[in-house]
């Protein structure tokens, strides 16, 4: 009787501890409205990637810019987000949450708008016109900025305003505003919907410069870090996927915007999606919000070394 | 001594802040506070963006769409006051149009007006409108029909009686409905401005400014501020009133 009263319980260990092991480990994942250049995570949701690695991902916030994702870590509310380096950066260097930058979600992808019959024809031609930016302290104002400062122009020439994205396209059109500078694919639909022209994409800006990071709640890293590799498995999946599947990725992308088809795919093919983000770039990215006073009393190299930590992504990529 | 309490309350936070009780990344410390609104002060936000223009812009905002609300809610509100036909007829517009909260207004108003001044200061009108209207109605007809007989039957013109009789003695009410009118329309105007600002001045745009690049602490200066400029311009109306009020 003993024996099998200790068998069972035995039994009732391996078994607990197997379901344990089973069980997906959750990640609340949070990142931008109708932003392409997070099409890795809506790949690996669709594809099932996420599962294949045992997590179970919840998304817990889908926001409308940057400093509304930080926000929600700071509330720590979410564990992972995908969300641009400047948000992220300025966050972590202001004190409003403590996050690491573990991978890049994406390069490239955005672009200055003019109106298709304006006579905007350089960055120069901006002065004294109406700029609409997503925010400050955005990837997106850090651009213009330099855009700027490559023509050897003043911002301050400039008239900066700042609006939601979805509103910049109706603004254009109805000359409240003379020009935005948004991500992908508020661009291309400007493009498709006959409204507007590319002035300067963002590449010609910057060649290659990153864009959005994967950011990891730095207390959910510290705790969790087989789920946050598990995760990252996943994302360099769907990035190789988004490469591999061209047609299928446009599918996805329509899918989680409900944009239309010729949109997605021209914004697609403005977008560089691969994972690893050069240290020097982000040190620019860092001494840039520096000097335009968003982030006080950093010493560069020492935050970014703090922000961004590429070891797993390194670990996965070999 | 009245002020001991406030006084206290602040002391309690900024121990509680200083020993870690309240995450500083959640409710900046007092100190902290302070801080940020020096660098209001002499940096500006975005840097550059003076305090003074920021508060020049919302006022002007604000006693634009309150002032136009004033000229236009005093003479209906008089008439509809005076004559219970014309009450009648038009209440159903009030009644419909007064409980739209004015920010659900704000999507309308920048199709209407362009990303300006107009849309915000419409949106403020909005808002400052009925107090105005609905105080002056209440106004008119608080004053002893007595009066008012007496007035026609000694021939008085219509001017007279509105100049001299009706607006006097609803004046009373419309000081109320203004200081009303004014309270909701600097309410209104922070939340219009986080739509967005052409010029690039407004204390609704700057909290905006500094919840962007993440700065809890100057987000609540800037809201110290709206406080204080709000209770320095219901403090200005009120000794207006005793002016004007002084027959009473």
Redesign the interface.
Known sequence: MKRTTVAASLLAVLLSTLVCIAAPREVRLGYLRNDLHHLAAWVAMDRGFFRDEGINVEIAGIFNAGPEEMAAFASRSLDIGYLGVAPSATGLANGSARIRAVALANAEGSAVVVRKDSTIRAVRDLAGKTVAIPGYSSVQDFLLRKALEAAGMDPRKVNIIVMKPPEMIVALDGKQIDAFIAWEPHPSKAVTMGIGRTLISSPAIWKGHPCCVVAVDEQFYRVNPQVVKSFLRAHVRAMEYIRQNPEDAIRIGIKFTGMDGATVREAISHIQYHYFAREDDIKEYVTYLLKLGYIKSIIVDGFVREYLDLKMIKDIAH | MRYLPVFSVVVIWQVLSLSGVIP???LPSPVNIFLGFTELLT?GL???YGLAGHCAGSLKRVLGGVGVAIVTALPLGIAMGYWSRAREYLNPFVEMVRPVPPLAWVPIA?LWF???DRSSSFVIFLGAFFPVLLNTIAGVLSINRRLIESSIILGASKKALFGKVLLPGAMPSIITGVRIALGIGWMTLVAAEFT???S?YGLG?MI??A??????DQIIAGMAIIGIIGYAMDFGIRIMENKILKWR
């Open positions: 500083g990344n959640r940096q975005p840097p550059g920048i362009g990303i300006g967005g600002v052409k690039g745009y905006m400014t919840r962007d690049i993440q700065r809890p």
